[in-house]
């Protein structure tokens, strides 16, 4: 079964520590997006990717990195942690073109101490 | 760029009631409007859609209604359980999915 899987599931950092966070999908679709979800916001786009190779800056991308090596792995970067990335991550897979679903990774709870 | 607004953050009923959540977006090119359910302490799964060339569309309890003038979508879930408690995203989609900020709704027995 087609499915978007997120490694870790939880994770606790300390602050100035590099974290990355994993995704692989195995839906062959193209495009990849990393959100966060925390308490009155909604979710909110950190990166997003059209392909291997590809990344692009979402609504809120400052403090992250992005990187797309396959079709089927996207990963997110926190190079130096602080407490406000304290946060459930979630990333998902889509087939682009604006018009089809999206599909969910079972989420990062992500701690920052 | 797209915002999507839901406009009740919270929302109660009666079990075998009905319950709507209703949903605005700004942008007129937007035609693919999605709505998904998280459940408590899940992710998001996706529950029903409906495009810009139609107005309702119905899946078992679940109806979309698609206002495109008005720029106003609705979900309409009838003959309400305790399962149906969550929250529930509606999004809005040109080139990518805009989300709004989610529904709590509640089911009471």
């Known amino acids: 079964e087609a499915a978007v899987t997120q490694s870790p599931r939880n994770k606790v950092a300390v602050t100035g520590g590099k974290v990355t966070l994993s995704c692989n999908q195995t839906n062959n679709h193209n495009n990849m997006y990393w959100y966060r979800q925390d308490t009155g916001h909604g979710l909110r786009l950190i990166h997003y990717?059209?392909?291997?190779?590809?990344?692009e800056k979402g609504d809120i991308p400052d403090g992250y990195k992005a990187s797309r090596p396959s079709q089927e792995n996207f990963s997110l970067i926190l190079e130096l942690a602080t407490p406000s990335q304290t946060s459930v991550y979630f990333c998902?897979?889509?087939?682009?073109?604006?018009?089809?679903?999206?599909?969910f990774g079972s989420g990062t709870r992500l701690l920052v101490i | 760029g797209e915002k999507v607004e839901q406009h009740e953050s919270t929302l109660s009923v009666r079990e075998g009631d009905s319950a709507v959540i209703n949903c605005t977006y700004t942008d007129t090119a937007s035609s693919y409007f999605p709505w998904y359910k998280q459940e408590a302490g899940k992710s998001l799964h996706f529950v029903i859609d409906i495009r810009s060339n139609v107005d309702r569309k119905q899946s078992q309890r679940l109806i979309v209604l698609l206002d495109k003038k008005a720029k106003r979508f609705s979900l309409h879930i009838t003959a309400t359980q305790p399962e149906d408690s969550a929250i529930y995203f509606c999004?809005?989609?040109?080139?990518?999915?805009?989300f709004g900020d989610g529904t709590q709704l509640v089911v009471k027995p």
């Open positions: 998902a897979s889509g087939d682009g073109g604006g018009d089809s679903d999206y599909t």
């Open positions: 990717s059209y392909g291997a190779g590809s990344t």
């Open positions: 999004a809005a989609s040109r080139n990518r999915i805009f």
